[in-house]
């Protein structure tokens, strides 16, 4: 009797047994898609912040260009209206201030001739001055400096000069403010070349 009891609890502790196996059996079958599942979900949030990380980074920088554009557009709109001249009534200015110019400096002036190219680049027409100019070579220089220091932006291309009078004979190309005539009170005959630019 006690042997068939045990035999039965045995038997009882077996199935408990197979039960247990087949319970964890499909708990590992079960749980390793979910895990799996939560592996690739875990792995994806992962990228997901790398690429926010990056994309904050990107509109970072974007804005920061959107702000530099922006303080071009100023920048740019301030200097053609402060040193450039507008397109309608570019010629009577420039003509008055070169004009001004020759008077107060004490240089004589033949004709100015002015050369537009019609072909606007990057919103602006391109101006080509030349002034045959004659006078004191103190004066000559002196007008070269008020071009140079104009509010209206000119930029000297060459320079033709020939020397007279006390300065002795010279010729040739030479930079603003280059000392070719010796003296302060020879005459000088100088060819003036010029650019400047009007915005539309």
Same mark, same amino acid.
């Given at each position: ?90 010629? %009577?200015?420039?003509? @008055? +201030?070169?004009? *001004?110019? &020759? ?6 002036? /033949? ?66 403010? %280059?000392?070719?005539? @010796? +003296?302060?009170? *020879?005459? &000088? ?6 650019? /400047?630019?009007?915005?539309?």
């Amino acid at each position: 009797m006690i042997y068939r009891r045990q035999r039965q609890q045995y038997i009882f502790a077996g199935f408990l047994a197979v039960i247990a196996i087949v319970n964890v059996l499909f708990f590992f079958i079960l749980n390793r898609p979910a895990r799996t599942e939560y592996e690739r979900l875990q792995e994806s949030t992962r990228l997901l912040r790398a690429q926010a990380g990056a994309n904050k980074l990107t509109l970072d920088r974007l804005q920061k260009t959107s702000t530099q554009l922006e303080h071009f557009e100023k920048d740019k709109t301030m200097l053609m209206m402060k040193h450039l001249v507008h397109r309608p009534s570019g010629y %009577s200015q420039i003509v @008055s +201030t070169l004009e *001004g110019l &020759v008077q107060r400096t004490g240089v004589r002036s /033949t004709r100015i001739t002015y050369t537009p190219d019609p072909t606007p680049h990057a919103g602006l027409n391109t101006v080509a001055v030349t002034i045959p100019l004659d006078g004191n070579y103190s004066n000559i220089v002196n007008f070269i400096r008020q071009v140079e220091n104009s509010d209206t932006f000119f930029l000297i291309t060459a320079i033709n000069m020939t020397s007279g009078g006390n300065a002795g004979g010279a010729s040739g190309n030479t930079a603003p403010g %280059s000392n070719t005539a @010796s +003296t302060g009170s *020879g005459n &000088v005959a100088l060819s003036l070349a010029l650019e /400047t630019y009007f915005y539309q």
